[in-house]
């Protein structure tokens, strides 16, 4: 298939410039768009061939149900039933925005998006490219993140192109995406709303507005899956966002750290394997080995987690074996930070 590769710019919305990607979706094909999180593959959540493409063209499980993307909160009383007094003050609060919420679903949403769950997954983004897209196609736009299964998200159209030129119709490049990382998940259904995946939208943003919210407890304890603690976001159990290469964080003093990686990359450079650093603007001059890149600043955690995913991806580029990467903070967006490279790192991590 020959995939149509546009541009559509923040700043030039108007309606002409959906056109043919809304009469794309209405067909029952696929396009994929940027989010103010990271670039999203959609199609017409309600048209099941349709979300069918999504799982073939990603290589996705077709357990792991897909968000349903919407312009407008109205469209919420649609897709959901028995819709609480805390998800609308949440709806109200945060969208259009990175929070994606989970509720009852109504008759009209088909079980081959829900990987046959009675809950679907609701967001509104905060990108005018997604909401004209959305709003152009008429429908609700289903989309998980445009990348091939296992693969670090998307936060380029570069990116997008890599992982999934020929396999859909059409790739709407709006240049980099804000966040870098994808929305926070929060379960409405369960007796006390719970976080199933952090992400820029705080617990404690969220417990501003309806008080108290948990964290799954896959979460809370590493980010990793272990064999007793099955996380509720069926998509949270598989590796991901990996990188080809084998990935260690190294937490610890500054100091301590440095000196190991510095050891590690000495022994890996004796045995003619490709090592590489993912240090921070703070800290990479800091090393005398080669290799070092800098994810951000440490200091601004935004800027790690905009930078996080496509720093995975240069790795891949550059046919690195092993990774060593500083660890951060896990206050506010660190929590999502982490999550996402224990993830990356299949849960290794090295204490010092
Ligand atoms: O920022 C985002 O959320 C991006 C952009 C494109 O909007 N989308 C995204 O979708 O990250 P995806 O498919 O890569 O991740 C969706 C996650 C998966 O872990 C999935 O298992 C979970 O949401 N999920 C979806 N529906 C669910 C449901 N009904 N119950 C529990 N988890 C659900
Ligand atoms: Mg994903």
């Known amino acids: 298939m020959e995939t149509k590769i546009i541009k559509i710019s923040e700043d030039d919305v108007s309606e002409d410039k959906f056109r043919e990607a809304g009469q794309i979706i ?13 670039y999203g593959l959609g199609a017409d959540a309600l048209n099941k061939e349709a979300s069918a493409k999504i799982y073939a063209a990603k290589g996705r499980p077709s357990d792991n149900p897909l968000i349903v993307h919407i312009a407008d909160v109205k469209a919420l009383d649609e897709l959901a039933k028995d819709v609480d007094e805390k998800t609308r003050m949440l709806a109200e609060a945060f969208w259009p925005g990175p929070l994606t919420m989970i509720v009852n679903k109504s008759d009209i949403v088909p079980y081959s998006i829900t990987g046959g769950l009675d809950t679907v997954a609701i967001r509104m983004p905060n990108h005018r490219v997604a909401l004209g897209l959305i709003k152009a196609s008429g429908r609700y736009i289903a989309a998980p993140s445009a990348n091939t299964s296992g693969r670090p998200s998307t936060t380029k159209a570069e990116h997008v192109i890599e ?3 020929g396999k859909i119709d059409m790739i709407i490049d709006s ?3 804000k966040i ?26 969220l417990s501003d507005v309806i008080g108290e919210v948990e964290v799954d407890k896959a979460i809370t304890e590493g980010g990793m899956v272990s064999k007793d ?25 500054e100091e301590k750290v440095i000196k190991y990686i510095e050891e590690k990359m000495a022994e890996h450079k004796k ?5 590489a650093v993912m240090a921070t603007d703070e ?11 800098s994810v951000g600043r440490r200091k601004e955690q935004t800027s790690v987690a905009t930078h996080l995913f496509a720093q995975l ?3 891949d580029d550059l046919n690195m074996e092993y990774i060593y990467s500083e660890s951060f903070s896990r206050e506010n967006i660190g929590q999502a930070i982490m999550n996402r490279l224990m993830k990356a790192a299949g849960g290794n991590i090295v204490r010092l």
């Open 283 to 293: 800290s990479m001059d800091k090393y005398s080995c080669d290799n070092v890149f």
């Open 163 to 165: 992982d999934l030129n």
């Open 229 to 253: 603690v099955v996380p509720k976001a069926p998509g949270m159990k598989y590796r991901h966002y990996a990188p080809k290469a084998a990935l260690t964080i190294v937490e610890g003093e």
């Open 271 to 275: 045995r003619g394997e490709k090592a």
């Open 175 to 177: 240049g980099a995406v």
């Open 313 to 315: 991806r240069d790795f």
């Open 26 to 38: 209405r067909d029952g094909g696929l396009v994929a768009f940027a989010t103010e999180t990271v």
């Open 180 to 205: 870098g990382l994808e929305s926070t998940i929060v379960d409405m259904t369960s007796k006390v709303p719970t976080i199933l995946r952090p992400g820029y939208i705080t617990r404690e943003a």
